[in-house]
């Protein structure tokens, strides 16, 4: 099993930007799809994006189209999530999780434990 650990969190004003690193141990971490889920207070955990396995495909919420990119690095078992433009509604705990494919990243069994992102003035 992959073990996930999710940094580049914290607190930016609106029209900001982070990059969250979501760091893998495991041999097999390469052959997985990668996905960043996120969870605002009283809300249920939604889709971001996600990118297959080489890198080749990816994914996005329509609500970050445009502003935010996901991008791998396999050698340093580490995938990216470039947040610009950042909007207060952004605020939530973000996650990345693998799955074996980008149409399977829904039911994906291995999770971080989470990085808070808050955007506020």
């Known amino acids: 099993q992959v073990q996930l650990v999710e940094s580049g969190g914290g607190l930016v004003q609106p029209g900001g930007s982070l990059r969250l690193s979501c760091a893998a141990s495991?041999?097999?971490?390469?052959?997985?799809?990668t996905g960043w889920f996120r969870q605002a207070p009283g809300k249920d955990r939604e889709f971001v994006a996600a990118?297959?396995?080489?890198?080749?495909?990816?994914d996005y919420a329509d609500s970050v189209k445009g502003r935010f990119t996901i991008s791998r690095d396999n050698i340093k078992n580490t995938v990216h999530l470039q947040m610009n433009s950042l909007k207060p509604e952004d605020t939530a705990v973000y996650y990345c999780?693998?799955?074996?494919?980008?149409?399977?990243?829904?039911?994906?069994?291995?999770w971080g434990q989470g990085t808070q992102v808050t955007v506020s003035s």
């Open positions: 999780a693998t799955a074996r494919t980008i149409a399977n990243i829904h039911s994906a069994d291995s």
């Open positions: 495991g041999r097999t971490f390469s052959t997985y799809a």
């Open positions: 990118i297959s396995w080489g890198g080749a495909s990816t």
